[in-house]
């Protein structure tokens, strides 16, 4: 038996998020949901923490799917499962009803981005902020292409990135300074 999750139904369910999510096509499919678990058994992450998957994780995908379902929107966005979750896409391919779990996951941390900064992950919102200053998120060492024998990077296409970038709107959602 899952364990309980403390919920108010009367104050807890949010009808606008119900109503935005349900907008989506790929997030209307977790209405089909019918809580078989599949999605979460075959999640490597849920099986990466194992027992202690729900104390890590907060909702596990099948809670995930049924809670905008239910409209559960603080408890959605709050998840830590949003965030560790690697997109690997398993449990839409697993998933016997055809809910797009892991789009409907990218949509949830487009929202909780946009409206609960505060949850952002400090290491996502270091890659985020590299991305726009260098145009990539891990550091090159030039000693590294030296002893590859790689020519050194010329830039090109980093100007370009960053006007994409800054078009996306990124630098707001990070609230980067001068955006
Ligand atoms: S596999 Fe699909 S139907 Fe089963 S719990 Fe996950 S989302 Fe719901
Ligand atoms: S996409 Fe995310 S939720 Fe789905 S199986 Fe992969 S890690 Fe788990």
Known sequence: ?????????????????????????Q????????????????CPIVLNYREQAKEKLDLLPHQLM??????LKDLVLESQMLWLCTECYMCTEYCPQGVHVCDVIYELK??????????????LRLFAHALLDNGRTAEIMDWEREDLELPELSGAGDAELQELLGQLGLPQLIDKEGS
Not at 18 to 23: D, E, G, P, T, V
Not at 110 to 123: C, H, T, V, Y
């Open 66 to 71: 049924y809670a905008v379902r239910l409209g």
């Open 27 to 42: 997030a209307r499919t977790s209405a089909y949901c019918f809580r078989c678990i599949t999605c979460t058994n075959g």
């Open 1 to 25: 038996m899952e364990p309980a999750i403390p919920l108010n139904m009367n104050t807890d369910r949010d009808k606008g998020f119900i109503n935005s999510m349900f907008s989506s096509i």
């Open 110 to 123: 487009n929202l909780a981005i946009k409206e609960r900064k505060d949850l952002m992950p400090r290491g």
